[in-house]
């Protein structure tokens, strides 16, 4: 399942870089996320838990940085495993672009689900995944310009 989305954030793109890149604000913004450890400056670990309609899971696993264009754009990806539910893995690449004082925050997500979460239906994850994303951005942008209204 693919999807693409923007955000307009009221922020100069240095500061919704940092912010990308921290994890603090990152665990504040990932729906369902419990904890978020930074192992290298382009790996995490999280734990992440996530409800699917009637089933919920609770994902252990590790956030990758690549193709890194700071401050510009770079790829996010994720893989975790959720017991019994399964696994999920997925993608987005995130690209921030300057307009004015604000900054566009546009991304192109990706994710595949395995085991009892494959079973529940492509519309159902797809629903799930947009919603997870959506929440994401939102909350990021929300964090973003708190953080800037304390700097």
Request: charge should be negative; proline fraction near 3%; aromatic fraction near 8%.
């Amino acid at each position: 399942m693919d999807f693409t989305g923007e955000e307009r954030i009221a922020a100069p793109r240095d500061m919704v870089w940092a912010a990308l890149n921290d994890p603090e604000i990152m665990r504040g913004c990932i729906p369902g996320c419990q904890n978020i450890e930074q192992l290298s400056p382009d790996v995490f670990e999280a734990t992440i838990k996530v409800k699917f309609s009637l089933l919920s899971a609770t994902f252990h696993g590790l956030l990758t940085l690549s193709n890194i264009d700071a401050p510009k754009s770079y790829t996010l990806s994720a893989e975790g495993k959720g017991g019994i539910a399964g696994f999920a893995r997925g993608s987005a690449d995130v690209v921030l672009e300057d307009r004015g004082v604000e900054t566009i925050l546009h991304y192109r997500a990706r994710a595949e689900l395995g085991g009892k979460l494959a079973q529940l239906g492509a519309r159902l994850l797809d629903s799930t995944s947009q919603r997870l994303a959506e929440g994401f951005f939102s909350d990021f942008n929300a964090a973003v310009v708190a953080k800037m209204a304390v700097d």
